[in-house]
């Protein structure tokens, strides 16, 4: 089977989600993809719930690792499954702060003798997310309208009541409009653009989104992974 790592976050998103909004989303889409498939196809590892999250350290409650601790995990978990035989790794990203390094750690699994790829569960929604979600306009966001929605859906009795009078968000137009461009990663700078860390319209969000969201992206993820492992290794 392929073995799906899920990494997330620990970290502040608005006033209205709570710290492990990240690791919450990319664990539950990584269990039902692994459920949907069966264990000859896929097996979950403990999710890392914690990332890479400088950025949003000034706010209370986020929890930083550093590039160099995140990579030493990693290559511990592969050495660790290599061992036992596993050779197909896909590490599933909750959190966009992670991108660079879980790539990194990608290439580093090919020492162990591991095919892995790391991708974020988002991706695969492709111009889909942006419909189901228009007011992010297609991106992940922060603590937004995708968000709030996946939120409400998985874990909507710890979503703050409040998320439908947030006066205040970054507008993701210019900001994905002056810097968007495939493979690019920019990261947010909120004392500048959003002083109570929101990226997107939480405001638009709703528990049915959130579920047409999740839905799409554990059947589109079920098929890569199947694709997957049918590769040879």
């Avoid at 859906?153 to 439908?164: F, K, N």
């Avoid at 939480?202 to 589109?220: H, Q, Y």
Wanted: net charge negative; proline share 8%; with cysteine.
């Amino acid at each position: 089977p392929v073995l799906i790592q899920p990494i997330g976050a620990i970290e502040q998103h608005g006033p209205h989600l709570t710290v492990d909004t990240d690791a919450c989303g990319v664990t539950a889409i990584a269990e039902q993809v692994a459920a949907n498939l069966g264990p000859t196809q896929a097996l979950v590892l403990p999710t890392i719930a914690w990332g890479l999250s400088p950025y949003w350290l000034p706010f209370a409650g986020t929890i930083s690792l550093r590039p160099e601790t995140i990579l030493a995990v990693m290559a511990d978990i592969g050495r660790s499954v290599a061992a036992h035989g596993f050779r197909q790794m896909l590490i599933l990203n909750g959190h966009g702060g992670n991108a660079g390094i879980i790539a990194v750690a990608a290439t580093q699994m090919a020492e162990l003798g591991i095919r892995a790829v790391a991708l974020p569960y988002w991706a695969v929604a492709g111009e889909d997310l942006g419909k189901l979600a228009p007011a992010d306009l297609g991106h992940i966001g922060h603590a937004g309208q995708t968000e709030t929605s996946i939120q409400l859906h998985l874990q909507s009795e710890v979503v703050g009541t409040g998320y439908r009078d947030v006066s205040t968000w970054a507008d993701l137009g210019p900001l994905l409009g002056g810097l968007s461009m495939p493979g690019a990663y920019a990261p947010p700078l909120p004392a500048l653009e959003s002083p109570n860390g929101v990226y997107g319209n939480p405001t638009k969000a709703s528990a049915e989104i959130g579920e047409a969201i999740i839905d799409l992206v554990v059947e589109r993820l079920g098929a890569y992974v199947m694709a997957f492992a049918a590769q040879p290794v």
